[in-house]
């Protein structure tokens, strides 16, 4: 799974579409916290980005970065997206050549050209079934920005995350075609070794990356493993 080393339709660098701060006109019935969310968006470059791209989510550039890096969708590849929803990494998969894009997610998502959705649970054997059917074969590539809704408590959603990912990774290596490869969202927190290990009996590859579209204050990272071995 390689692709040319060049830079590709969609993966632009945002950060040269915004220069200056925007302010808020007005902070008269937003609570403090509201109003430093606001603020955040409307000066984030990949915010601005996603929407003059027609990008669903700023996470698409995410996937962007660290497909420029890895070189992870090749021309034709079969990608499975598993809580995919608003869509914006198949969008990038699309974009990026992909042949085949399942996207999977337990909530609704607005159609996408060229992207099959399928509404379920990834874990359920039955939505698995859905997913190989539409592929036709093996994945080439499993990807997974799943995290789960945020408690506020750094242990607790530490172990969620990873959990989540553990049954991200359980799936991939369900539909995986023997060279394919696998991204999933983790949060450091000190539990990950395990999942490494598991990765590093399956994948020839295994690799931590923080892409530049990743907010610094974060404590996500992306685990990013390739050479799938049955």
Known sequence: MTLPPRRRPGHDNPLSARSE???????RGRSPSS??????????????AAQAKGMRSRAAFKLAELDERFRLIAPGARVVDLGAA?????QIARASGAGVVVAV??????????VSFIQG?????????????ELGK??????????????????????????????ALDFAVGVLAPGGGFVAKLLQGGSEQEMLRRLQRHFASV????????????????????????
């Not at 994945?139 to 553990?166: C, F, K, Q, W, Y």
């Open 138 to 167: 093996a994945a080439d590539l499993v990807l997974s920005d799943m995290a789960p809704n945020t408690t506020g408590h750094a242990a607790t959603d530490h172990m969620r995350i990873m959990a989540l990912a553990e049954a």
């Open 35 to 48: 109003q430093r969310w606001l603020a955040r968006q409307l000066n984030d470059p990949y915010v601005v």
């Open 207 to 230: 690799r931590h990356a923080k892409p530049p579209a990743s907010r610094k204050e974060s404590r996500e990272l992306f685990v990013v493993a390739k050479g799938f071995r049955p």
């Open 105 to 114: 997610d337990l909530l609704a998502m607005p159609s996408i050209d060229g």
């Open 121 to 133: 649970d990834f874990a359920d054997p039955a939505t698995v079934a859905r997913v190989l059917a």
């Open 21 to 27: 701060d925007v302010r808020l006109a007005t902070a």
């Open 86 to 90: 608003p869509g914006g990494w198949s």
